[in-house]
């Protein structure tokens, strides 16, 4: 076995052949480290490998050589990537996609992953990269390399798939579930904490604003909270009033066209680049600036933790779309279903038997099986590869960080809640109540809008037109990370679905493909 680590947070401990990476709840403790090898070991010497690592509720990834195989693993949601490859029969493993890829005696471009990451313009499904020398464990998954033969397998330990429902009538039941769901969460937070300052980064909506609420419940005051932006930008306000009504400090981070300009030669830009690609995923750009500025103008405590609201809109129900509401899908609507929601053009034939692997015909599928093979393809894919993946801005500048609201006590709730009540955060939205203003509050514009986005050929006017103003009037100015050139060009030629990701992932595999080029040189 040869590994490639470079970790800038969450480092490695190793107790013989066994390597850990990160931290579990478990025994009304946070183990990380060797009391977390320690616990692995008793745990596997007496379940299964799929029970030992179902239990497990945090962030982590694992491998351990033992006398006739290999295992290793991540956590529910890859938090903390795993990259493979078989090299003469040895295998090689890290989370350092680059480095191992470097290592590597070729390189063969993947023409079927290169489509794929050019029409969702985030990701690459599944355990593929865009090299095929390159694999990736997917969220909840482990495998085995048998030394003997040189034979690797995979193994799926956790599916999130709804039933046993609560009773839908029962209010008050509801309530207290949820509420005892969410408490959990706050005190199992405290707990990875460790006292240690948390670092929330608080946005208008309700993810983040459940997380200070969480901390302010369970009477945790070492809290710092940020927000970034163009000066005065709505959300911002939103955020201060969040913070000041918690007693918790506040950073503003101001973002205008000329710093996004001077980030496009930053070397530290481009290092964070390379870790967040990893062959994989579209690097997440916008938080880069807000923590390299809060670093550099000392706000930051040496033992701070960025806590996230990643991405508990899921569990709740966000991403259901109406289509899950009818009272039945055949499986070729339910693939357009997933085609038309995670992709922006037609896949080719091979792409397409690419996506419907993942989703066997089975005889019998209800609304609520399909709406959870949805969510959870969004999971392992998008939520996975790219809105958790932006957690790599916090390792390179050297920070921990904990994802709280997809903890296990998150998952056991949401999954016993019903398709209606999760259908646009129904339940999550009734049991929440806040006086102050939020961005996921409807609104008459919001609405208008949602509807004109979904007239076939009418949608393509305004979304173009709005890509134009953004690159001056966005909240964020990161339109201005590219120039004027590149921008407008996609506006007016490309694709109506048109982001600054168009143009990221675009770059990513122009140098892939050159750099494929020269190493067959």
């Known amino acids: 076995m040869k590994t490639f680590f470079s970790p800038k947070a969450y480092s490695w401990t190793q107790d013989g052949g066994f390597f850990f990476r990160g931290y579990f709840i478990a025994e009304d403790h946070c183990l990380r480290g060797a009391e977390a090898i320690a616990y692995l070991k008793k745990s596997f010497s007496e379940q299964t490998s799929a029970a030992v690592l179902r239990s497990l509720n945090g ?3 694992l491998i351990w050589e033992r006398e006739s195989d290999i295992l290793f693993a991540v956590d529910r949601l890859r938090s903390l990537p795993l990259f493979y490859s078989v090299v003469d029969g040895a295998l090689w493993i890290g989370d350092d996609a680059a480095s191992l890829a470097d290592a590597l005696p070729q390189w063969t471009f993947d023409e079927v992953s290169a489509e794929e990451f050019i029409s969702t313009e985030i990701f690459v499904s599944g355990a593929n990269t865009l090299l095929k020398e390159l694999r990736q464990v997917q969220a909840s998954e482990y495998c085995l390399f048998q030394l003997n033969g040189a034979q690797l397998s995979t193994q799926s330990y956790f599916h999130a798939e709804h039933g046993n429902f609560f009773d839908d009538t029962d209010m008050d039941n509801l309530r207290r ?3 005892a769901a969410y408490t959990k969460t706050g005190k199992s937070l405290v707990k990875a904490l460790d006292g240690r300052t948390a670092v929330l980064p608080l946005s208008g909506g309700a993810d983040s604003r459940m997380i200070a609420a969480l901390l302010k419940q369970e009477g945790y005051s070492r809290v710092i909270c940020y927000t970034y932006g163009r000066e005065g930008n709505p959300e911002s306000e939103i955020s201060r009033k969040v913070a000041e009504s918690m007693g918790f400090t ?9 710093m996004w300009e001077n980030l496009r030669s930053d070397p ?3 290092s964070y680049d390379r ?3 990893a062959f994989t995923s579209t690097p997440h750009l916008q938080d880069f600036p807000a923590v390299k500025y809060l670093k550099e103008h000392g706000l930051l405590p040496e033992d701070s933790v960025f806590v996230p609201g990643h991405s508990g809109d899921l569990l709740a129900g966000s991403h259901i779309t109406g289509e899950f ?5 055949s499986h070729e609507t339910f693939l357009r279903t997933i085609v038309q929601k995670f992709y922006n053009s037609s896949p080719s034939h091979a792409l397409m038997q690419r996506i419907a692997a993942r989703f066997p015909k089975l005889p019998s599928q209800d609304m609520e099986g399909l709406a959870s093979q949805s969510e959870w393809f969004n999971t392992q894919e998008r939520q996975s590869k790219f809105i958790v993946n932006s957690v790599r801005v916090y390792e390179h500048f050297g920070y921990e960080w904990l994802i709280p609201l997809w903890d296990n006590d998150q998952f056991d709730f949401w999954k016993r809640v019903s398709l209606p009540w999760r259908f ?3 339940l999550y939205f009734q049991i929440v109540d806040s006086k102050l203003p939020s961005t996921n509050d409807v609104t008459a514009v919001g609405k208008l809008a ?3 986005r979904r007239i076939p050929g009418i949608r393509q006017i305004p979304r173009r037109t709005t890509r134009f103003f953004r690159y001056w009037y966005s909240p964020l100015n990161i339109d201005h990370l590219f120039p004027a050139r590149d921008y407008f060009k996609e506006v007016f030629l490309g694709s109506s679905t048109f982001s600054t990701q168009t143009i990221s992932s675009q770059r990513h595999l122009k140098w892939l493909r050159k750099k494929c080029d020269s190493r067959k040189g």
């Open 250 to 258: 506040w950073y503003m981070v101001p973002y205008t066209a000329k």
């Open 177 to 179: 579930e949820f509420m």
């Open 424 to 426: 646009q955060r129904k």
């Open 325 to 329: 509401l009818a009272q039945s899908l």
């Open 450 to 452: 949602d509807r004109v």
């Open 275 to 277: 870790l967040g690609f």
């Open 268 to 270: 530290e830009l481009i």
């Open 59 to 61: 962030c982590f990834s």
